[in-house]
């Protein structure tokens, strides 16, 4: 049987994550566990985070996966490390990623961060971009409202331009050349958050990196898959299956059947 990559978040996000991981590397098997009954988890305590990822991982691991990639800004501060020194397979984050590729886009070395309270209290986007680039400037802002208004499948919302605009006051304002959407809900609204920022505002999700590092780590391992024929995705979440169904589907730009077999509703 073919081994899966495990892709977890907090609800809907790493979506953005599992398809470029589909895009850049269609032969992979992904398992997707989005926890969506729980989120959001940028306002809980970092020790709470690391918790419900350790519960994820726990329940993933049956699964026999290669590699867990921790597709939630959130989860990668609090949890990446500890995740990592608990299992035996390559366990990655969003944020250094991310980091990359700003790093790589910026001209002006002024660079912008928004993500969940967690996320941008940790400073773990501050940090990664320093040690890369120790005279970058780093700008950064929560937008608590975000993800929310992702989980309940509002992106497209008519209201949803007011809320990036409320969210993005004080950062818009700067002088940066490229925002990091630090939270992988966020490129849902990119385009909306694009028309707040702007075309001179250059935005980075960390979503391409992140399956090129999917890429490199399992072709260096000699891991990547070979089958020819095309991988049966699974799909685990806690909350409101329709709701997650729907975004998923629309969103991966194929249906996602709810059968025994490729869902189920996980209560952790």
Known sequence: MQQAIAILDS???GLTVAKEVMRQLPREKIIYFGDTARAPYGPRTPEEVRLFTEQIVDYLIQYDPKMIVIACNTATAAALDYISSKVTV???GVIHPGARAAISATKTGHVGVIGTVGTIGSGAYTAALKQLSPYIGVESQACPELVPLVEHGLFRSKDSLQVV???LRGIKDTSIDCLILGCTH????MH???TVMGPNVKLISSADETAREVST???DKGQLASSMEGPVHQFFCTGDPEIFQSIATEWLGEHIKRTPVVWQITKL
Do not use: A, D
Request: charged letters at 10%; hydrophobic letters at 40%; glycine letters at 10%.
């Open 186 to 189: 966020y490129p849902f609204l």
């Open 165 to 167: 605009e409320r969210s």
């Open 217 to 219: 780590i399992l072709y």
């Open 192 to 194: 909306t958050i694009q």
């Open 11 to 13: 609800g809907v996000g």
């Open 90 to 92: 390559p366990v990655i």
